[in-house]
């Protein structure tokens, strides 16, 4: 794929999905900036830690980082084990802000790649509500609405399926600036730290039923490659879309072959 000399910011790196990405990503001649609450382990061009459940830390980071960028990955989250709002401040404000704040600084064609979730496969069945919060203007306002219109069920499903209406709703306004582009990967399950959580929040049953239908779960090394291509100049007309990545369970579901899991 071709991402050479890219220069990606990139979030979550010190785990998981994010530490295979980087890897992939420098391995094949791009840079990384790294920002996450924990060192990587991978070699990066700078890390600046950061937590993404507060817009001044994420204010704070960039001024720490100098130039522009080809690619911004999204790619930190926590899971719904966390409380409510952090969970929504980290998986879609803070994604949010820090995307909005480097709309000044990205290079001609830049990728913007959002890590959402199938966990947000419902987004449809509260559209109305997701279009609300994705219309609010700032982190604060974002959290108010939050916190003035309690959803039903898990907050980190709520925060993937803002984050996958967010990618959609943003394709054409993106590619006016700059003819920048920005897509989401959903993953299903993927074996990482978070997973123990999931397994809580979501039902070990549940996943252990995922698991069934396909063997196994994922490794982040089955994943890293789809949002690699999302940051690579080869799919530089694909916008404003989701890629799911999960082995085939969300396929199966759509087709009616097997319930939907409840998560
Ligand atoms: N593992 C799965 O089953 C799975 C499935 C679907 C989607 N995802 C999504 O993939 C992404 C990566 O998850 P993972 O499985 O690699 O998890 P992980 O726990 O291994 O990694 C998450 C990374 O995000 C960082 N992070 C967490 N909170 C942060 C904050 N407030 N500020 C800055 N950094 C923060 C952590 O330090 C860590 O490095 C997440 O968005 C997650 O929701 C994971």
Redesign the pocket.
Known sequence: MDVKDLRCLV?????????AVTRRLTAAGASVVS????KPEADVEQHVE????DPASIDSALEQIDGSFDALLN?????GTAPAERVFA??FL?MRHLTESLFDRFNPRASIVV?????GFQWARRLDALKEVVATESFAEGAEWFRTHPQEGNA?NFS?EAATVYTMAMGAAVREMGELRINAV??????????AD?EQSMGKETLDGVKALLGR??T?DDIAPTIVFLASRDSGWINGTTLIADGGVSGAVFAGLVPAPEI
């Open positions: 979030t979550g790196t010190a785990s998981g999905i994010g530490d920002l996450d609450r924990h950061v937590d993404l459940a790619i930190a989250g926590i899971p980290v998986n803070g890590v959402s979730s199938t966990a980190y993937k959903l993953p299903g399950p993927v074996e990482t730290p978070i997973l999931f779960h994922a982040p």
